[in-house]
């Protein structure tokens, strides 16, 4: 794994609107900055699929602009 990523959008919740699964470049939807942006998204564990509809929570961001997500916990289900 890089070292020269950017924890600023770590513990984000995003929605998937683009498959996400290894060997693919999916995407998610961020709400950032009174706004929502998308971002290139991976799974961080390199093996995980999400599908389009699914909430994730995003461990990283790659600059510009790439994610690595893994699944949201069940605590986090309901939040806004």
Known sequence: MRRDF???LTGKIARVTGRIG????????????????????????????FSPGERVLVMYLEPPNSVFVEPLPDFLQHAD
């Open 6 to 8: 950017d924890r600023s």
């Open 22 to 49: 290894p060997g693919t470049v999916g995407e998610v939807m961020i709400a950032i900055h009174g706004g929502t942006t998308a971002f290139h998204a991976y799974p961080y564990d390199k093996t995980s699929t």
